[in-house]
Structure formats: structure tokens, C-alpha cells
């Protein structure tokens, strides 16, 4: 018996329908005669193997055979999540923070890891990363990528120098940015190394704008948007409104010729003007984009409705971005699997076991918003013998990717989802655990995925066209 997959999923456009398995991800475009065609085949009495498909609609039944959205056996749904199941990878290192101070000068409303919250920064360590502790960390991270398995021919290793605040203790970041790049003639995993640093700028000056330029670190810039409102929860210690400094920090930047790019966090004042952003883009001549989506705390709760909408002006942003010639990292993440059909088990270094976190005391972790209470923080740099791919904690964030949630085998962007964040997921309600979804993301994987068939059916028609002329 002919069926559909149930990883099978159907996709309404207009004059056309798309079919489409969320683990094959190949969407199969059917006119809309066609699809009633298919549809009154499998109800009806003679669609009894794949060969006694009529000969108007056999090319799409072959074509819905090979993705495996039609189906005649039994178990095929069961042996496709089995075998993508056995390829997610296993814990090994690629991702290092580094962080170089868990003092921030800011406590902006919405920080995820706590600087808005007394008595979570009171929990910060006051003393930042030493030289020694650098050292160490170095030899440490080292270890990692050596013993992981990758092959850095290809692979890129990352190292991300974070806080707080990182430049709070810049000689440290210097330090240990000369000490990687001396070493990368000896140690052949450090070949293709890529260092970059998340700031809000503003200890930003001359002297170390022309340094990080001369150092290759890849500086992302925080903001919330491009007016002052947007950015009315990024404020300092004093509860003052920082945008404007920030702006001449950029604008800085630009004239010493280091090409920044933005982290942009999407405030509920931020989604409600996307021509704010492209006004960003102009002013500043910005080439590359990261949208962060606002994260639940237990301090700081998002309102249901603002998932939605930030997911739509992700999409937004991004169709005008491109025009531009304009990267957006979170988008282009999908898109590649997408374009790839490649399963996305993890849209974060964390849930695919791949980055360690380095506290300035030296203490070792998985991921970098547990660092006010340290939690899943499972070793130190003094620990030689430690293996990721045997570490209890490593494995189990490892696990949490979609395809291992049943409440998520049932969504048509199951491949594409990459998860959102287990922290996130902890917080959105009582009783949640990492084990937990986080439908904040929910809705921005969904509103991807029906983007990015809708704009390849787009391409697909244009072509035609052109084709026939």
C-alpha cells in the first residue's frame, strides 16, 4: 500500500502545492491538477505499487518515491529516523570561549547571563582572567581540538573571546590572540583559526581598534537596533542610555578600517520598524549580521506575541538584506541545510558537545549563560585527562537536538531546526529542564522553512520563464 511518509508535509501555494520530508528535505513542487491527481490515486482502489501510478502524474510519484514521501513499506519511517538518529555527532571540541571577565559595564534589561540582576552579578567573579590562567587555558583548548578528531583541514576552530565585557581585561585578549596566532605554524589544528570577539564597544579606542585590525579578530558590535528607543534596554550600570556612545565607537571603526559586524538583539521596539536596520546598514557600511531573538530569564520573561514577530522580521530583514549583498548569520544557517538537505542537529556549539567555556578562574564548561552559578561547569584547565566524549554532562547536551524530541518528529521543520537553547527551554516554565523545547524557536524555524520553499518555488518559476523564452 502506497502511503505518505509522516515525515511528509504539505505546503499551499496558490497555483502549486509543495510536498516536502522534513528529514529528506527536498521539497517536490506539484501543480495543483497534479496534486488531486496524486491524491485521488491513493484513495482509490488501484494504487497498489509504485508502477501503477498513472502516466499524467508517474514523473512526481517517482520523484515523491526517491525523496521517500511516498512510501510502501511499513518500517521506512522508523529505519530514516534510525539512520539519522546515528549521525549526530558526538562531542569534540571546535568552540572556545574565552571569557576574560565576568564584569560587564553594562545591565542591559534582557541580559541572559544575569548583569541586570543584583544578586546573579554577585555571583560573578570579581577577578579576571590572568596571564597564567591564559596560559593555560591555551594549552588546555589545545588539548581539546587534538584529541577530538576533527580534521582541521577543513574544520575551522573558533576562538571567541567573550564576557561581561572582554575588553574589561584587554592585555589578556592580546596576550592570548599573539600566543594562537604564534602558534599556528606548529600546530596544524590551529591552520584555519578564526578569533573573533563579542562587545558592546565601548572601551573601544584608537590604539586598540588599529590592534585587533592588526590581530585579525573579527569584532561584532552589540545593539538593539538604530535609534535610540529600539535601544532603550542596553544601558549602563547607572540605568543611562548607551546608543549614542555606541555609534561613535562604530563610526570609529569604520574610519580606522577595521570592518566591524552587528549583533543585533531584537527588542520589542526593534521588530516594529525593519527600515530601521537597513539605515544601519547605510550610515555605517556594514557587511555582516548576527539577529539574536530575546531570551527568557528567570528575571525577565518575553511575551508570547514577540516570538512571532521577531521571527517575521528575521525573514523580512533578511529578503532585504540580500539584496544587498548583505550576510545574516542565523538565516543563513537554515538556508544552508536547507540548500544542502543536510539534517541541522544543532544550532548551537553547546548542544553538539563542540565548545568549552572558560571562566577567568579557570574553570571549564559547556555553555557560556550558566556562568553566574556555573552549573554544567564540569572540569578546569588542570585537568589533562579530560575527554568531552566521555564526560556524562557532554554527552547529554549533545542529545538535545530535535530529532531526538518526539513532540518534534511531527513538525515539517524538524531538519532545518537546530533547536533553540536549553536554557531558554528551562526557563519558560516551572518544572522545565534542558530536556525541555524552547518554542521561542519554534516559531522561527517554521516561518523559515515556509519561506525558504515559497522563495525556491519563486526562483524555480523565474527560471521557467526564462527557459521558454
Not at 602558534?183 to 578569533?195: D, F, R
Not at 556594514?286 to 506575541?305: C, E, L, Q, Y
Not at 529578503?319 to 541545510?337: A, C, H, Q, T, W
Request: hydrophobic share 40%.
Amino acid at each position: 500500500m502506497i502511503r505518505f511518509s509522516r515525515f511528509a508535509h504539505t505546503f499551499e501555494l496558490g497555483e502549486a502545492v509543495t510536498l516536502y520530508h522534513s528529514l529528506r528535505m527536498k521539497p517536490v513542487y506539484l501543480s495543483r491538477d497534479s496534486f488531486e491527481d496524486l491524491q485521488a490515486w491513493l484513495a482509490g482502489p488501484f494504487c497498489i505499487d509504485f508502477d501503477s501510478a498513472p502516466d499524467a502524474i508517474k514523473e512526481e510519484v517517482l520523484q515523491l518515491k526517491k525523496w521517500k514521501i511516498l512510501t510502501s513499506r511499513e518500517d521506512e519511517d522508523e529505519k530514516v529516523l534510525e539512520f539519522i538518529k546515528s549521525r549526530i555527532p558526538t562531542p569534540a571540541i571546535s568552540v572556545c570561549y574565552m571569557i576574560l571577565s565576568e564584569q560587564c559595564n553594562l545591565a542591559c534589561k534582557y541580559c541572559f547571563l544575569g548583569n541586570n540582576d543584583t544578586d546573579k552579578r554577585s555571583h560573578f567573579n570579581l577577578q579576571n582572567m590572568s596571564i597564567e590562567t591564559a596560559e593555560k587555558a591555551v594549552d588546555f583548548f589545545l588539548k581539546q581540538l587534538k584529541t577530538s578528531g576533527l580534521d582541521f583541514e577543513k574544520e575551522k576552530p573558533v576562538v571567541i573571546f567573550y564576557g561581561g565585557e572582554p575588553l574589561v581585561n584587554y592585555p589578556t585578549l592580546v596576550y592570548i590572540a599573539e600566543k594562537l596566532l604564534s602558534l599556528k605554524e606548529s600546530e596544524k589544528c590551529l591552520k584555519n583559526l578564526e578569533m573573533s570577539m563579542v562587545t558592546n564597544g565601548l572601551l573601544l579606542d584608537d590604539d586598540r581598534i588599529k590592534k585587533l585590525k592588526e590581530l585579525g579578530i573579527g569584532v561584532a558590535i552589540s545593539v538593539d537596533g538604530f535609534t535610540e528607543e529600539e535601544n532603550r534596554m542596553r544601558i549602563d550600570r547607572s540605568g543611562k542610555v548607551v546608543f549614542g556612545k555606541i555609534l561613535e565607537k562604530i563610526e570609529r571603526c569604520q574610519e580606522l578600517g577595521l570592518n566591524i559586524s552587528l549583533s543585533v538583539t531584537l527588542s520589542e521596539e526593534t521588530i516594529k520598524n525593519k527600515e530601521n536596520i537597513l539605515k544601519l546598514v547605510n550610515a555605517y557600511n556594514i557587511h555582516s549580521f548576527g539577529f539574536n531573538i530575546m531570551m527568557s530569564s528567570d528575571t525577565f520573561i518575553v511575551p508570547d506575541s514577540y516570538n512571532e514577530e521577531a521571527a517575521q522580521f528575521i525573514i523580512d530583514e533578511f529578503v532585504e538584506l540580500r539584496k544587498l549583498g548583505i550576510y545574516e548569520d542565523r538565516m543563513m544557517r537554515k538556508l544552508d541545510s536547507f540548500a544542502k538537505a543536510q539534517v541541522y542537529y544543532s544550532d548551537c556549539a553547546a548542544t553538539c558537545g563542540g565548545q568549552i567555556v572558560i571562566a577567568p578562574n579557570g574553570q571549564v564548561g559547556i555553555c557560556h549563560g550558566c556562568l553566574y552559578d556555573k552549573k554544567y561547569f564540569v572540569t578546569d584547565i588542570d585537568d589533562q585527562a579530560f575527554d568531552c566524549k566521555t564526560n556524562d554532562s557532554y554527552i547529554e547536551w549533545s542529545q538535545l537536538t530535535p530529532v531526538n524530541h518526539e513532540e518534534c518528529l511531527d513538525c515539517p521543520a524538524l531538519g532545518i531546526c537546530g533547536g533553540g537553547c536549553p536554557l531558554n527551554a528551562m526557563y519558560l516554565k516551572p518544572g522545565n529542564t534542558i530536556h525541555s523545547i524552547d518554542t521561542r524557536f519554534c516559531s522561527h524555524a517554521k516561518k523559515t522553512l515556509d519561506f525558504l520553499i515559497r522563495d525556491l518555488y519563486r526562483v524555480v518559476q523565474k527560471r521557467t520563464v526564462l527557459d521558454a523564452k
